[in-house]
């Protein structure tokens, strides 16, 4: 079946860094998609979307790539700041708009 | 406020006795759906709906019903749950089902 998976299950970055969180999808039909932050407690928040007729998406210290060839998106965080510690998943819609998670990696921003 | 609600936020049952989690949205959105989800598994889709009276299954449909009566509401029913349903439960809506959702607090359900 259709799949989504996360490269890391964790990432620690120290504040002020660069963070980026990879995602692979496996059905090459995805036509859309998109990256949640969750904080503990919490439903998951929308960061950013893309769709596939577009490379690159940029939005407030964010940044999503798609490369359609390998079935690869990441997200990019600028300056990351403590408040960025979350699990971030990424989704993709399949067929039928049915949507798959990835597994999530939290992401643990060192002062 | 724009806002997805669920209801109960906790809930502890027994193996078997019919529940049902509402979920209601005040932002008129089409698509509504609704995610488990367990330790290292993520979420999981288990219905969603594309408008009034249409339900289609996600990934993991089994031992769930749902159902679309109204735009805003889509509650979710478990007509005899069983222990491997303990999950937290998220609802969320969208515009449409390419845009994107909004998720309410969630539900944590434990099943004995």
């Known amino acids: 079946g259709e799949s989504v998976g996360l490269h890391l299950p964790t990432l620690s970055v120290q504040e002020g860094d660069n963070s980026i969180i990879n995602c692979a999808y496996s059905?090459?039909?995805?036509?859309?998609f998109i990256w949640y932050k969750q904080e503990s407690g919490k439903g998951p928040q929308f960061i950013i979307d893309?769709?596939?007729?577009?490379d690159k998406r940029q939005g407030q210290r964010v940044t999503v790539l798609l490369n359609k060839t390998v079935k690869h998106l990441s997200l990019q965080i600028a300056a990351t700041q403590p408040g960025d510690s979350a699990v971030y998943f990424c989704?993709?819609?399949?067929?039928?708009?049915?949507?798959?998670f990835g597994t999530g990696t939290s992401l643990t921003v060192i002062p | 406020e724009a806002q997805v609600t669920q209801n109960p936020r906790y809930l502890i049952t027994v193996t078997g006795k019919k529940l049902t989690v509402t979920c209601s949205q005040n932002?008129?959105?089409?698509?509504m759906s609704w995610y488990r989800q367990d330790p290292g598994l993520g979420l999981r889709q288990i219905y969603y709906s594309m408008n009034v009276e249409v339900t289609d299954k996600g990934d993991v449909p089994e031992g769930y019903k749902v159902s679309r009566k109204e735009k805003r509401n889509f509650p979710l029913i478990l007509e005899s749950p069983s222990p491997n349903q303990t999950s937290l439960y998220f609802c969320a809506s969208s515009w449409k089902s390419a845009y994107e959702q909004y998720f309410g607090p969630g539900t944590r359900l434990t099943v004995t």
């Open positions: 893309i769709r596939s007729n577009m």
């Open positions: 989704a993709a819609r399949g067929s039928g708009n049915q949507f798959y």
């Open positions: 932002m008129n959105h089409e698509y």
């Open positions: 059905n090459s039909a995805s036509d859309y």
